[in-house]
């Protein structure tokens, strides 16, 4: 089963440090984030029932969605691994629209873990009004990640 997180995280993190998708999410210092800082503050036993995914050869217990899994069919990813099918709960665009806070108090442009393919700078995002974007690899955004248990 796979749950994914309804608002992003109090903070706002770059996909990477500098204007780059190369190596898309395998490579991504997110994905190193996500795997041991942010893992790490989650409750024991959450941790201990959360199951590793493999995405694109590589196993994690905390990810981020796909363009695919959050838009269906998109062309901006054409060379993204494992880009998955839609998940049901994103066909409703406002399920796409995430807050970023501890009160949830503004919508927030979040990342995806697809790496945009018209530029080699950028990674697919969600804009705050749950539209398909995508912005630099270094600029900060939200997080709403996915775990399976």
């Keep these: ?8 995280l109090r903070d706002t993190y ?17 994905r190193k984030v996500l795997n041991t800082e942010i893992l790490a503050l989650l409750p024991d036993d959450m941790r201990a029932a959360i199951k590793p995914r493999v995405i694109d050869g590589e196993s994690d217990l905390l ?8 838009f269906g069919q998109h062309d901006w990813t054409e060379n993204d691994p494992d880009r998955g099918e839609q998940m049901a709960y994103y066909k409703r665009r406002g399920n796409r629209i995430k807050a970023l806070g501890d009160e949830g108090e503004a919508a927030y442009n979040w990342w995806q873990r ?9 990674f697919c995002s969600v804009n705050s009004n749950g539209n398909a974007s995508n912005n630099y690899a270094s600029a900060s955004f939200g997080v709403a990640f996915g775990f399976c248990v």
């Design 1 to 8: 089963v796979m749950f994914m997180l309804k608002d992003c």
């Design 14 to 30: 770059p996909m990477n440090d500098d204007y780059t998708n190369a190596g898309g999410w395998k490579a991504s210092k997110l």
């Design 63 to 70: 990810w981020l969605a796909s363009e695919m899994e959050v």
């Design 114 to 122: 697809s790496p945009y393919a018209s530029n080699t700078t950028s």
